[in-house]
């Protein structure tokens, strides 16, 4: 039973280019959370997208940065424009349900990442 | 503005000794609180996470308590080992959660 995958592993752009990040949740997973940690930092929440929707987008820049997550096919995360600021690793995690305030948590798993470089 | 605050930043314990990572919060609205375990190169894991109902949970070698109060919990380590050098992260979240707000991470060092 694979994992949160996670491509690429490492990107380096220039800046002004655009970055792609994939990530193919856990079979039967179908809530994701996308996470930036910045070096020496812990992750900081950019967005929780189901499929076809964006649930809480309050983590993520208004400008330049974009989510979704296609009923086929695996989330994607879009940074145009990169600037140095952006160099992090970028972290998805998926969960089968969200969690519902009763019975207890959803376990999020998290991919390995995909560590960002911006010249 | 930081939600969990954590410390130490970094651990440095013999094999066979007890670390200690702290963390706080503010917001009473969180009601789980997670650790996770992350390895160079990896995404983290879930290790062990607590709700503030009981003050102590043991899994293992690893313990969190709970000080609902102070509004501060702590994981313990018992017997540890060079294998859980590793970087550990406390996490919170609210009621229909949809993120965790974490910490800024300790980094442990076990040594032989």
């Known amino acids: 039973n694979a994992g949160v995958m996670q491509n690429p592993r490492h990107l380096v752009r220039r800046r002004g280019q655009e970055a792609r990040l994939r990530c193919s949740p856990m079979k039967g997973h179908s809530h994701v959370y996308w996470y930036r940690q910045l070096p020496e930092e812990g992750l900081k929440f950019m967005v929780y997208?189901?499929?076809?929707?964006?649930?809480?987008e309050s983590g993520m820049p208004k400008e330049r940065f974009s989510a979704e997550f296609p009923k086929e096919g695996p989330s994607i995360l879009r940074i145009q424009q990169v600037v140095r600021g952006d160099s992090a690793a970028y972290f998805c995690?998926?969960?089968?349900?969200?969690?519902?305030?009763?019975?207890?948590?959803?376990?999020?798993?998290f991919g390995p990442g995909t560590r960002l470089l911006v010249l | 503005q930081q939600q969990v605050k954590q410390s130490p930043q970094s651990l440095i314990v013999q094999k066979g000794g007890i670390p200690i990572i702290n963390c706080a919060y503010e917001?009473?609205?969180?009601?789980?609180f997670p650790w996770y375990q992350q390895f160079p190169g990896k995404g983290p894991a879930l290790l062990i996470a607590?709700?503030?109902?009981?003050s102590e949970k043991k899994e293992g070698r690893f313990t969190i308590s709970f000080n609902k109060s102070a509004k501060q919990f702590s994981l313990h380590i018992m017997d540890s080992q060079p294998g859980d050098s590793a970087t550990y992260f406390c996490?919170?979240?609210?009621?229909?959660?949809?993120?965790?707000?974490f910490g800024s991470g300790t980094k442990l060092n076990v040594k032989p």
């Open positions: 996490a919170a979240s609210m009621p229909n959660f949809n993120k965790f707000y």
């Open positions: 995690a998926s969960s089968l349900r969200a969690g519902s305030g009763l019975a207890g948590r959803e376990t999020q798993y």
């Open positions: 997208l189901q499929k076809e929707n964006i649930i809480d």
């Open positions: 607590i709700r503030p109902d009981v």
């Open positions: 917001n009473t609205a969180f009601d789980y």
